[in-house]
């Protein structure tokens, strides 16, 4: 199986949403070497991020990623993906290869205004949005920057993300049934929902900045 060398650019659109969540749930998936960041006292801030990347991205897929909290290590501020799911076999190996997050195949099915994202005919979570009464929206690209942690083997791993993209304000409505692998950090409940669109995504090479517990290692 081949993919292409970091960094990866990618072009398309997605859906995320932002939602507060115990920071005891959170701990539950992510490494101890991470020190939680709480927005609020028990409460970190977790995302739910479903995206298509389409022509003229180094691959094509769908993903969804999940975020159970921003973390702090060595003074550096990011977040760590707990669960991160594909339907491209050479975005699987090359995300676990190169960056060391423990992507999996699944299905994405998009229709006007929702997505649905399953595994061996389990749902793992569906996301419905629409424009709310209150419209906020970029006619221009807003750029920004982000960080990631992630764990190769032994080994703790930081890369950072330049994102550029319109973004709107949009109503979303999060269901996440019971055999849902990560039901249990309440994520169905968010703060707001954003619509990117024409979003352009470059994700880095990763540097090893540490070690992590073997337990969060995988196959």
């Given amino acids: 199986m081949t993919y292409p060398p970091a960094p990866w650019t990618l072009k398309g659109y997605a859906v995320q949403t932002l939602q507060?969540?115990?920071?005891?749930?959170a701990s539950n998936f992510i490494p101890s070497e991470l020190e939680i960041?709480?927005?609020?006292?028990g409460k970190t801030l977790a995302s739910v991020y479903i995206s298509c990347y389409e022509s003229g991205s180094l691959l094509t897929y769908n993903e969804l990623i999940v975020?159970?909290?921003?973390?702090r290590y060595q003074g550096k501020i990011g977040i760590w993906v707990s669960h991160i799911y594909v339907d491209n076999q050479d975005s699987v190996a090359g995300g676990r290869e190169i960056w060391?997050?423990?992507?999996?195949m699944a299905d994405f099915s998009w229709n006007n205004g929702s997505v649905r994202v399953s595994q061996n005919n389990r749902e793992l979570?569906?996301?419905r949005y629409q424009k709310g009464l209150f419209n906020f929206s970029t006619w221009w690209k807003q750029g920004f920057n982000g960080r990631a942690?992630?764990?190769?083997?032994?080994?703790?791993l930081c890369f950072e993300s330049q994102f550029k993209s319109q973004?709107?304000?949009?109503?979303?409505k999060l269901a996440i049934p019971q055999e849902s692998p990560f039901v249990s950090l309440n994520l169905d409940k968010?703060?707001?929902?954003?619509?990117?669109q024409k979003l352009e995504l470059i994700t880095d090479v990763p540097k090893v900045v540490g070690q992590k517990a073997l337990k969060y290692s995988y196959s």
Avoid: A, M, R, Y
């Avoid at 960041?37 to 006292?41: N, R």
């Avoid at 973004?167 to 979303?172: F, H, Y």
């Fill in 190 to 196: 968010p703060l707001c929902t954003l619509n990117l």
């Fill in 125 to 127: 979570c569906s996301l």
């Fill in 67 to 71: 975020v159970p909290g921003f973390v």
């Fill in 100 to 104: 060391g997050l423990p992507k999996e």
């Fill in 20 to 25: 507060l969540v115990n920071v005891e749930q």
């Fill in 149 to 156: 942690f992630s764990g190769l083997g032994s080994e703790l």
């Fill in 167 to 172: 973004i709107s304000l949009v109503q979303g």
């Fill in 37 to 41: 960041i709480s927005l609020l006292p």
